[in-house]
């Protein structure tokens, strides 16, 4: 007879990392163009006003699908896969063995 082989799960392992909320690859581009908009503009209340906004949207995006960027990213490599305007028969043959 065999034993069942009983394995911890660690909550933490699967949680995305996040910074402030935000997943840190959302928080950290984010934090570049807030920075980006202070060197272009001169201002940093604008610098600050980017950050935060965009901070925003990636706590968004962290709290509807952490691997949101990594989706956007892929769907620019494989336009075809998914645009659903561009749809095209694939030929199936279902083959009995009987």
């Known amino acids: 007879m065999t034993t ?5 799960v660690f909550k933490a392992v ?3 990392l996040t910074i402030l909320g935000a997943e840190r690859r959302l928080f950290f581009s984010a934090l570049i163009l807030g920075g980006a908009t202070f ?3 001169g201002s940093l209340l604008c610098g600050f006003l980017i950050f935060v906004a965009l901070l925003i949207f990636a706590r968004w ?8 960027l990594r989706i ?3 769907s620019a490599k494989f336009r ?5 305007a561009k749809f095209h028969d694939v030929p199936v043959e279902v083959v009995n063995h009987a």
């Open 39 to 41: 060197n272009l503009v």
């Open 80 to 84: 075809r896969q998914y645009d659903p």
């Open 14 to 16: 699967n949680r995305p």
């Open 61 to 68: 995006a962290t709290g509807n699908d952490p691997e949101l």
């Open 72 to 74: 956007l990213l892929n």
């Open 4 to 8: 069942r082989r009983i394995n911890p």
